[in-house]
C-alpha cells in the first residue's frame, strides 16, 4: 500500500500540472471567445437601439401632438390644414395620397416585377439574363430625384397630351414613374425565389408533358410564394415610404382624394414640406410631422409583419 | 462499338418490342456519355439498366422522354423508335412534349409539386387540358389506387402532397405518372431515397404495374434488378457491355465485365 503511494504521487503531481496547464489555455480562449461575442453583440444591439430611440422619439413626441389633438380628430377629421388658423389635423388626408400614389406605382411595379421575374428566370437564354439583370438592377440605383424630376418634366407633359385636364402635378405619374423604380426590387427578388426552385421540381413537371408556361406558372411560381410575397411586400414598403418623386412630381396640396389625376400630398412628402419649412420647433405645426411619421411607421411595420407571416405561412420545404 | 455487346438469352423471348434503342449515342458537350447503344426494350415487361456510377444509365433513361432538351450543350444521335408506330422519339419534327405524354417518369428523390395530393396527380391530366371536374376525380382515383397510395390518402385528398411520408410522396409520384395513360414508365433509382419497408412497397408496385405499362428502371442495387426486372442491361463506361434474360445475366453473365461487377469483384 505504501509503497504504490510513493510511486503514484509524483505522477499525480505531474498530472496536475498537465490539467491545469490545459485548463490555462482553454480560459484564455474562453476569454477570447468572449470578447469576441461580445464585439458581435454589440454590433446588433446598434440596430436594435437605433429603432428604439426611433420609435421613442416619435412616440414622446407624438404624445405632446396628441395633447393637443384629439386621436378622434387626427383619425377622422377630413381636412389637414395644420398651419391654418383655423387647424385641422385630419391624417386621411395625407394618407389617401400615400395610399393613391403607391396603388398606382403597385399596379406598375407588381405585375411587371413579376412577369420580368418569370422572363429571366425560366425563359431567358443564359445570356440575355446575364446582361439583362445589371441593367435592371441599374434601374433600382437611380436617384429617386432624378426619377421625380423624369416624372415632372417628360411623363407629366406626355400625359397631359393625352389628358389635358391633368394637371401639371399630380399622383399618376409619380406614382407611374415610382412603380418603375420599384421593378427592379420586385422583379429581382422574384427571380432569387424563383431559380431556388429545385430543379427537380421542373423536371417532374415538364416529365408530365407539361410546357414551359405551364412549368413556370404552375409549379414554380407556387413553389416560390413565400419569396415573391417578401417581394411584393418589399415593393409596398418602398412605395409607401418614397419621398423625393412625390414631393418632386405630386405637388404638395393636402387633398383627400383617390383619384391619381389629382394632385395631392403624402405623409411622406409632407414630412419634407415641413421639415425644411421655417416652422419653430416645439410647435403644433411642427409636431405634426411626428404624428404623421408614427403613422407611415406603424405602416411599414404592419406591413413588414405581414411579410414576415406570408413567409413562414407559405415556407416550402423543398 | 455496338457489336461489343453480349446478348445474354437462349432464344428471341418472341414478345413485341415497345421501344428500341438503334446506334443511339451521347454527348455533355465535349464529353460523350453513350457509345452506340444498341437495345430492345419489351412491351409490357420490366427492363433494368445497372451499372457503376457515371456509367451512363440514367443519361440512356433520360433520352427515352427527351429531358436532354431542357439543357443546352446536350448532342445525341442515332434513333431511339416506339413500337407499334415506329416513330423515331428523337426526330427534330417529334415534339418532346408529345414525346412526354406517352413516357411518363419517376425520379429519384420523390417530387411532389406544391399542391395538394389531388392536384399534384391531376397535374399531368389538366397539363393536356382536361379540367372536367368529375373526370379529374375519376382519374385520379384510379391512378392513386394503381399506385396503392389510395386507402391511405382517400381522405387527406387535400393535404400537401409534401405532407406524405417519403414512400408515400413516391407512390404519389408514380400515380401522377400513371394518370395520364402512358405506355412506357421510366423510374431513375426511384427506391435510393427509400428505408427498405417503402423500397419493398415501391418494389411490389412496379412489378405490379408491368401487366399495364412497359417499364424501363435505372438502378443502383442489383438485388432489386434481379427481384423485379424481366430483362437487364449493363452498362459500363457509355456502352451496353451485357444484355439479355435477367435470371441468365445474372446467374450465367456470358461477359467478364459483367461477372466482375455482379459478383462484386469489380475493379
Given at each position: 500500500?505504501?509503497?504504490?503511494?510513493?510511486?503514484?504521487?509524483?505522477?499525480?503531481?505531474?498530472?496536475?500540472?498537465?490539467?491545469?496547464?490545459?485548463?490555462?489555455?482553454?480560459?484564455?480562449?474562453?476569454?477570447?471567445?468572449?470578447?469576441?461575442?461580445?464585439?458581435?453583440?454589440?454590433?446588433?444591439?446598434?440596430?436594435?437601439?437605433?429603432?428604439?430611440?426611433?420609435?421613442?422619439?416619435?412616440?414622446?413626441?407624438?404624445?405632446?401632438?396628441?395633447?393637443?389633438?384629439?386621436?378622434?380628430?387626427?383619425?377622422?377629421?377630413?381636412q389637414w390644414t395644420p398651419l391654418f388658423d383655423d387647424a385641422h389635423y385630419g391624417i386621411m388626408v395625407l394618407l389617401s395620397g400615400t395610399l393613391t400614389s403607391s396603388a398606382v406605382a403597385l399596379m406598375v411595379a407588381l405585375p411587371l416585377g413579376t412577369i420580368i421575374a418569370v422572363y429571366l428566370s425560366e425563359f431567358a437564354p443564359f445570356k440575355v439574363r446575364e446582361i439583362s439583370k445589371p441593367f435592371l438592377e441599374l434601374l433600382g440605383g437611380v436617384p429617386t430625384i432624378v426619377y421625380g424630376y423624369f416624372a415632372l418634366v417628360f411623363l407629366t407633359p406626355l400625359l397631359q397630351k393625352i389628358y389635358p385636364d391633368l394637371p401639371g402635378f399630380n399622383l399618376l405619374s409619380a406614382g407611374l414613374v415610382m412603380g418603375v423604380m420599384i421593378i427592379p426590387y420586385v422583379a429581382s427578388l422574384s427571380e432569387d425565389a424563383m431559380r431556388a426552385v429545385p430543379m427537380s421540381l421542373r423536371e417532374g413537371s415538364y416529365?408530365?408533358?407539361?410546357?414551359?408556361?405551364?412549368?413556370?406558372?404552375?409549379?414554380?411560381?407556387?413553389?416560390?410564394?413565400?419569396?415573391?410575397?417578401?417581394?411584393?411586400?418589399?415593393?409596398?414598403?418602398?412605395?409607401?415610404?418614397?419621398?423625393?418623386?412625390?414631393?418632386?412630381?405630386?405637388?404638395?396640396?393636402?387633398?383627400?382624394?383617390?383619384?391619381?389625376?389629382?394632385?395631392?400630398?403624402?405623409?411622406?412628402?409632407?414630412?419634407?414640406?415641413?421639415?425644411?419649412?421655417?416652422?419653430?420647433?416645439?410647435?403644433?405645426?411642427?409636431?405634426?410631422?411626428?404624428?404623421?411619421?408614427?403613422?407611415?411607421?406603424?405602416?411599414?411595420?404592419?406591413?413588414?409583419?405581414?411579410?414576415?407571416?406570408?413567409?413562414?405561412?407559405?415556407?416550402?420545404?423543398? | 462499338?455496338?457489336?461489343?455487346?453480349?446478348?445474354?438469352?437462349?432464344?428471341?423471348?418472341?414478345?413485341?418490342?415497345?421501344?428500341?434503342?438503334?446506334?443511339?449515342?451521347?454527348?455533355?458537350?465535349?464529353?460523350?456519355?453513350?457509345?452506340?447503344?444498341?437495345?430492345?426494350?419489351?412491351?409490357?415487361?420490366?427492363?433494368?439498366?445497372?451499372?457503376?456510377?457515371?456509367?451512363?444509365?440514367?443519361?440512356?433513361?433520360?433520352?427515352?422522354?427527351?429531358?436532354?432538351?431542357?439543357?443546352?450543350?446536350?448532342?445525341?444521335?442515332?434513333?431511339?423508335?416506339?413500337?407499334?408506330?415506329?416513330?423515331?422519339?428523337?426526330?427534330?419534327?417529334?415534339?418532346?412534349?408529345?414525346?412526354?405524354?406517352?413516357?411518363?417518369?419517376?425520379?429519384?428523390?420523390?417530387?411532389?409539386?406544391?399542391?395538394?395530393?389531388?392536384?399534384?396527380?391531376?397535374?399531368?391530366?389538366?397539363?393536356?387540358?382536361?379540367?372536367?371536374?368529375?373526370?379529374?376525380?375519376?382519374?385520379?382515383?384510379?391512378?392513386?389506387?394503381?399506385?396503392?397510395?389510395?386507402?391511405?390518402?382517400?381522405?387527406?385528398?387535400?393535404?400537401?402532397?409534401?405532407?406524405?411520408?417519403?414512400?408515400?410522396?413516391?407512390?404519389?409520384?408514380?400515380?401522377?405518372?400513371?394518370?395520364?395513360?402512358?405506355?412506357?414508365?421510366?423510374?431513375?433509382?426511384?427506391?435510393?431515397?427509400?428505408?427498405?419497408?417503402?423500397?419493398?412497397?415501391?418494389?411490389?408496385?412496379?412489378?405490379?404495374?408491368?401487366?399495364?405499362?412497359?417499364?424501363?428502371?435505372?438502378?443502383?442495387?442489383?438485388?432489386?434488378?434481379?427481384?423485379?426486372?424481366?430483362?437487364?442491361?449493363?452498362?459500363?463506361?457509355?456502352?451496353?457491355?451485357?444484355?439479355?434474360?435477367?435470371?441468365?445475366?445474372?446467374?450465367?453473365?456470358?461477359?467478364?465485365?459483367?461477372?466482375?461487377?455482379?459478383?462484386?469483384?469489380?475493379?
Amino acid at each position: 500500500m505504501s509503497a504504490s503511494t510513493i510511486v503514484t504521487l509524483p505522477l499525480n503531481q505531474s498530472l496536475d500540472l498537465q490539467v491545469s496547464d490545459r485548463l490555462r489555455k482553454k480560459a484564455s480562449r474562453h476569454m477570447k471567445e468572449r470578447v469576441i461575442e461580445f464585439l458581435l453583440f454589440g454590433a446588433a444591439l446598434i440596430s436594435v437601439f437605433t429603432t428604439l430611440a426611433i420609435v421613442y422619439v416619435l412616440v414622446s413626441e407624438s404624445w405632446v401632438f396628441f395633447q393637443h389633438v384629439p386621436l378622434k380628430d387626427f383619425l377622422f377629421d377630413t381636412q389637414w390644414t395644420p398651419l391654418f388658423d383655423d387647424a385641422h389635423y385630419g391624417i386621411m388626408v395625407l394618407l389617401s395620397g400615400t395610399l393613391t400614389s403607391s396603388a398606382v406605382a403597385l399596379m406598375v411595379a407588381l405585375p411587371l416585377g413579376t412577369i420580368i421575374a418569370v422572363y429571366l428566370s425560366e425563359f431567358a437564354p443564359f445570356k440575355v439574363r446575364e446582361i439583362s439583370k445589371p441593367f435592371l438592377e441599374l434601374l433600382g440605383g437611380v436617384p429617386t430625384i432624378v426619377y421625380g424630376y423624369f416624372a415632372l418634366v417628360f411623363l407629366t407633359p406626355l400625359l397631359q397630351k393625352i389628358y389635358p385636364d391633368l394637371p401639371g402635378f399630380n399622383l399618376l405619374s409619380a406614382g407611374l414613374v415610382m412603380g418603375v423604380m420599384i421593378i427592379p426590387y420586385v422583379a429581382s427578388l422574384s427571380e432569387d425565389a424563383m431559380r431556388a426552385v429545385p430543379m427537380s421540381l421542373r423536371e417532374g413537371s415538364y416529365a408530365m408533358g407539361a410546357t414551359r408556361l405551364q412549368t413556370s406558372l404552375r409549379v414554380v411560381v407556387p413553389a416560390a410564394t413565400s419569396g415573391i410575397a417578401s417581394a411584393y411586400i418589399l415593393g409596398i414598403s418602398r412605395a409607401v415610404g418614397e419621398t423625393m418623386i412625390l414631393a418632386v412630381a405630386a405637388g404638395m396640396q393636402p387633398n383627400l382624394t383617390f383619384n391619381p389625376a389629382d394632385s395631392g400630398a403624402t405623409i411622406t412628402s409632407y414630412i419634407v414640406q415641413v421639415a425644411l419649412g421655417d416652422l419653430p420647433h416645439g410647435s403644433i405645426g411642427y409636431q405634426t410631422i411626428f404624428a404623421a411619421g408614427l403613422t407611415l411607421m406603424l405602416m411599414t411595420l404592419m406591413f413588414n409583419l405581414l411579410g414576415y407571416w406570408l413567409r413562414k405561412r407559405f415556407r416550402e420545404v423543398y | 462499338m455496338s457489336n461489343a455487346t453480349t446478348i445474354n438469352m437462349d432464344a428471341d423471348p418472341k414478345l413485341a418490342i415497345k421501344a428500341e434503342c438503334r446506334n443511339f449515342n451521347f454527348h455533355y458537350g465535349d464529353f460523350q456519355a453513350l457509345k452506340g447503344i444498341n437495345m430492345p426494350v419489351y412491351d409490357k415487361k420490366i427492363t433494368s439498366l445497372i451499372g457503376p456510377s457515371g456509367c451512363g444509365k440514367s443519361t440512356l433513361l433520360r433520352s427515352f422522354n427527351r429531358m436532354h432538351d431542357l439543357y443546352p450543350g446536350n448532342r445525341y444521335g442515332g434513333e431511339i423508335v416506339m413500337h407499334p408506330d415506329n416513330t423515331n422519339l428523337l426526330a427534330k419534327e417529334v415534339d418532346p412534349i408529345e414525346v412526354r405524354m406517352r413516357i411518363s417518369m419517376v425520379f429519384q428523390k420523390p417530387n411532389p409539386f406544391p399542391k395538394s395530393v389531388f392536384e399534384n396527380v391531376a397535374y399531368s391530366l389538366r397539363v393536356r387540358g382536361i379540367n372536367n371536374k368529375s373526370e379529374l376525380e375519376d382519374r385520379v382515383q384510379h391512378s392513386l389506387k394503381g399506385a396503392a397510395l389510395w386507402d391511405e390518402v382517400k381522405n387527406r385528398l387535400n393535404d400537401l402532397g409534401a405532407n406524405l411520408s417519403g414512400g408515400q410522396q413516391q407512390r404519389l409520384c408514380i400515380a401522377r405518372a400513371l394518370a395520364s395513360d402512358p405506355e412506357i414508365i421510366l423510374f431513375d433509382e426511384p427506391t435510393s431515397a427509400l428505408d427498405p419497408i417503402a423500397t419493398a412497397s415501391i418494389e411490389e408496385l412496379v412489378v405490379e404495374l408491368c401487366e399495364k405499362v412497359t417499364i424501363l428502371i435505372v438502378t443502383h442495387n442489383m438485388q432489386q434488378a434481379a427481384r423485379i426486372s424481366d430483362f437487364t442491361a449493363y452498362m459500363y463506361l457509355g456502352e451496353l457491355i451485357e444484355y439479355g434474360v435477367t435470371d441468365q445475366v445474372f446467374i450465367k453473365p456470358k461477359n467478364k465485365q459483367t461477372e466482375d461487377y455482379i459478383t462484386g469483384r469489380f475493379g
